[in-house]
Nanobody, 121 residues
Framework: QVQLVESGGGLVQPGESLRLSCTAS????????MGWYRQAPGKQRELVAS???????DYAGSVKGRFTISRDNAKNTVYLQMNSLELEDTAVYYC???????????????WGQGTQVTVSS
């Protein structure tokens, strides 16, 4: 089985920074795209940022220029550096990874348990 374990959430003031980490472990043959989603109370889960195995990135418009996604393939880890945090960034942040668990298996999405990010003055 595969597990994604997130860390790095917390309570910060507007304008401050946080760095989220997510490490995949278990039966992993290969990892395709990895990404971060978030879900605020009463809202749908939305894509924040994603990064392919080759390093190509994509961002939601609301976080471009403030957030940076990166990954360490050797560690099966994806990071989200969040700068200039705003009140609207408050949400539960979920890690996502598209993983093949064996050479003959199709890849599928796995999710972390979520980490709370609260931006409050």
């Amino acid at each position: 089985q595969v597990q994604l374990v997130e860390s790095g959430g917390g309570l910060v003031q507007p304008g401050e920074s946080l760095r989220l980490s997510c490490t995949a472990s278990g039966t992993i043959f290969s990892i395709n795209a990895m990404g971060w989603y978030r879900q605020a109370p009463g809202k749908q889960r939305e894509l924040v940022a994603s990064v392919t195995s080759g390093g190509s990135t994509d961002y939601a418009g609301s976080v471009k220029g403030r957030f940076t996604i990166s990954r360490d393939n050797a560690k099966n880890t994806v990071y989200l550096q969040m700068n200039s945090l705003e009140l609207e960034d408050t949400a539960v942040y979920y890690c996502n990874a598209n993983i093949k668990t064996g050479p003959l298996w199709s890849s599928r999405d796995f999710w972390g348990q979520g980490t709370q990010v609260t931006v409050s003055s």
